[in-house]
């Protein structure tokens, strides 16, 4: 049983980590981020509350996260650990989530960040199954396609340059610091996200293992 938190900079490959090492390591992936893209496609009451915030790159409100997290957290497949991935964002939500749950581990993702830069605009998803590719490191097989499904590849809202700036200046001034936070509780491990999404999985592993 392993209670992980991700943290790093939007773009940095938390989200493409977390789905595989969630898969190897049969816990589920928690990202709130996903999680309110949803609510966003449902027009859900929270997802419509959502959906400005989340376009302009900036936070949804912490009590709205709070709810969609808290519900998923408390379903069954969650009882045996998981990996939380984009929360907590701040370190308002750091003091939530410790009402909520115990964390044994808690990664930190770094890149410089003209890659981050490029890995954010050059992201392409599956509306589909979630998927997510590269134009320039990891392009689908067939252009414009989803490799598993075939549905056309789009880019997220929040993908666009505006929106991408806005991102990683919140991630600055609101999320690095949470860092600090873990890093005085002794859970903090840092790893060096550049390379393939293999090399730096092999390293994520030495580091929850
Ligand atoms: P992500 O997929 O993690 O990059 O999240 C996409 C967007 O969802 C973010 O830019 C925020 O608008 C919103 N979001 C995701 N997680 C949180 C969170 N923990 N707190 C506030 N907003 C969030």
Redesign the pocket.
């Known amino acids: 049983m392993v209670r992980v938190v991700f943290v790093g900079p939007?773009g940095v490959g938390?989200?493409t980590q977390a789905a595989e090492l969630a898969r190897e390591l049969r816990i589920p992936h928690l990202?709130?981020?996903?999680l309110?893209?949803a609510a966003v496609a449902a027009q859900s009451p929270l997802g419509r509350q959502?959906e400005g915030?989340?376009r302009a790159?900036?936070?949804?409100p912490?009590d709205l996260?709070l709810q969609i997290?808290q519900e998923r957290l408390g379903r069954p497949d969650a009882a045996g650990g998981f990996i939380l991935?984009?929360?907590?964002?701040?370190p308002a939500?750091a003091v939530a989530l410790d009402r909520i749950t115990p964390v044994d581990v808690v990664v930190a993702f770094d890149l410089p960040s003209d890659v981050l830069e490029s890995r954010l605009v050059n992201r392409r998803v599956c509306p589909t199954c979630q998927s997510v590719y590269n134009l320039l490191t990891q392009p689908p097989r067939v252009a414009g396609r989803c490799d598993r499904d075939g549905t056309e590849l789009v880019q997220r809202p929040?993908d666009r340059p505006e929106a991408v700036a806005t991102?990683l200046r919140?991630y600055a001034e609101q999320t690095a610091p949470l860092r600090e936070l873990y890093r005085a509780r002794g859970l903090l491990r840092a790893v060096d996200a550049r390379g393939t999404p293999d090399e730096v999985r092999a390293r994520v592993r030495r580091l929850i293992d």
Do not use: C, E, I
């Not at 790159?57 to 949804?60: A, I, N, P, Q």
């Not at 991935?85 to 701040?90: I, K, L, V, Y």
């Open positions: 939007p938390k989200g990202s709130t981020g996903d309110l893209r959502a915030h989340m790159g900036g936070l949804v912490d996260v997290l991935d984009g929360f907590p964002r701040n939500q929040d991102r919140v």
